[in-house]
């Protein structure tokens, strides 16, 4: 089995920087492809940024140039680095990861979520 734990989420002032963090652990071989997300109320889960094994990133319109999406492969942590935020990114933000276990199969986890409130 994988799993994925958020970290990071929290209150931040409109402009202030805030990171999210993933750790995936259990039966992985590789990570094809990680995910943020993100959910208002009511509202569909929307895709924020994406991140492949071969480095290609990309992003919604929204967060462009504000948002960055990293990982350290080596401790299979993937992170969404949040800077210049403002008020309509408050939301619960949700990781995701697709890959390969070691033990045969995919797998397509998600985390429990963070909340991001940004103030103005």
């Known amino acids: 089995q994988v799993r994925l734990v958020e970290s990071g989420g929290g209150l931040v002032q409109a402009g202030e920087p805030l990171r999210l963090s993933c750790a995936a652990s259990?039966?992985?071989?590789?990570?094809?492809?990680m995910n943020w997300y993100r959910q208002l109320p009511e509202k569909q889960r929307e895709l924020v940024a994406t991140?492949?094994?071969?480095?290609?990133?990309n992003y919604a319109d929204s967060v462009k140039g504000r948002f960055t999406i990293s990982r350290d492969n080596a401790e299979n942590t993937f992170y969404l680095q949040m800077n210049i935020l403002k008020p309509e990114d408050t939301a619960v933000y949700y990781c995701?990861?697709?890959?390969?276990?070691?033990?045969?199969?995919?797998?397509?986890?998600w985390g429990q979520g963070t909340q991001v409130t940004v103030s103005s």
């Open positions: 995701n990861a697709q890959g390969v276990r070691s033990v045969g199969g995919l797998f397509n986890p």
């Open positions: 259990g039966t992985i071989f590789s990570i094809s492809t």
């Open positions: 991140l492949t094994r071969d480095g290609s990133t």
